[in-house]
C-alpha cells in the first residue's frame, strides 16, 4: 500500500482564498483524522471520521474551517477564507480501527502559507 | 491548556551515549501513551507504545517507561544513532476513541 497520500505538498495563497486539502487514507482504514502543526502549538487535532461520518470537530478553530469525506477513499480539509494565522502544516493520519492498540499512519503532510 | 507536555524543544546528545526525551501529562484518564518520531519533510511514525497497566515496554534500542503517580513518561534511546535525529512526539489517549493528543515535541540532535 502507498501509504496516506496527502495533496498538494505545498501550496500558497493569498489571504482571503480559499484552499482545499486533500487526503486519501489507507484502503481498508476506517478512520480518518486531520491534524495541523504548528511551532506554538504543536499537532493538534481538528478533526476525525469513522466510517465517513464526522465523529469529533472540537478541534476546528473556527467556522472558516470544513472537513468532509465523501467515500471511504478521500476526505478534504477546506479553508475559506484563509488568513495568514492558517499558516501551518497539515497532516492527515488514518488507522484501521481505534481501540487503544492501534496506530495513526501518517501522509506527508502539506505545507500552508498563506500571504 | 497542554495535557500532554514536552518540556523540552530541544536535546543534543553524542552519538553512542543515552537519548533521554521526556514527557509528562495532566489528563489521569489517559490510558496509552505512544511515541512517534518525525523526520522533516515526512509525517511522524509510530515508534512505541505502553498501556497504563505497565511501566516498562522495550523494543530494540527503544525503551519506554511509565510513572503513572508523577504522570510522566521517559523514551529511553540507547545507544543513539545519527538516524535518531528527528523530532519525537509524546502522544496519548483514553481508551482510543477520541485520537491521541501529542505533545509539542522535542527536536533530539545527535552528534558524531
Known sequence: DAGVIQSPRHEVTEMGQEVTLRCKPISGHDYLFWYRQTMMRGLELLIYFNNNVPIDDSGMPEDRFSAKMPNASFSTLKIQPSEPRDSAVYFCASSLNWDSNEKLFFGSGTQLSVL | ?112
Open chain 2, 1 to 112: 491548556d497542554q495535557q500532554v507536555k514536552q518540556n523540552s524543544p530541544s536535546l543534543s546528545v553524542q552519538e553512542g551515549r543515552i537519548s533521554i526525551l521526556n514527557c509528562d501529562y495532566t489528563n489521569s484518564m489517559f490510558d496509552y501513551f505512544l511515541w512517534y518520531k518525525k523526520y522533516p519533510a515526512e509525517g511522524p511514525t509510530f515508534l512505541i507504545s505502553i498501556s497504563s497497566i505497565k511501566d516498562k515496554n522495550e523494543d530494540g534500542r527503544f525503551t519506554v517507561f511509565l510513572n503513572k503517580s508523577a504522570k510522566h513518561l521517559s523514551l529511553h534511546i540507547v545507544p543513539s544513532q545519527p538516524g535518531d535525529s528527528a523530532v519525537y512526539f509524546c502522544a496519548a489517549s483514553v481508551g482510543g476513541a477520541d485520537g491521541l493528543t501529542f505533545g509539542k515535541g522535542t527536536h533530539l540532535i545527535i552528534q558524531p
